[in-house]
């Protein structure tokens, strides 16, 4: 369940990403796998191939992409949430979300 966006961004996200574009998407989420967690980055691009090569930059392996009919997409935790926000200029995100390299 994702809280704290809003449906425009929503909507922006599914919007660039059906466009081929990667997009990402921080919001909060509990997940009670993930109870260490309080935020989520989903990485999604309508191009597999594209969103593929996106993530082999950070480290993340083929079998990490949740597959969907739209939006397959990476789901980003912890430091590596940090991490591709940072290299990807979404400072704002960690501010917002209060997130850093200690607290995720």
């Known amino acids: ?9 929503l909507a922006d996200w599914k919007n660039k990403a059906a466009a081929g ?3 990402l998407l921080t919001h909060y989420w509990y997940d009670p796998r993930y109870p260490e ?7 999604a691009c309508g191009d597999h191939d594209k969103l593929l090569e996106w993530g082999r930059q950070f480290g993340f392996q083929p ?3 949740h597959y969907r009919e739209e939006y397959s997409h990476f789901d980003i ?3 590596k949430q940090v991490e591709v926000l940072e290299a990807c200029g979404l400072s704002e995100d960690i501010r917002r ?7 995720v």
């Open 1 to 9: 369940m994702a809280f704290g966006i809003s449906k425009k961004e």
């Open 21 to 23: 574009e990667i997009a």
């Open 37 to 43: 967690f309080h935020t989520v980055t989903k990485a």
């Open 63 to 65: 079998h990490w992409i």
């Open 77 to 79: 935790r912890g430091p």
């Open 97 to 103: 979300f209060r997130l850093s390299a200690g607290k």
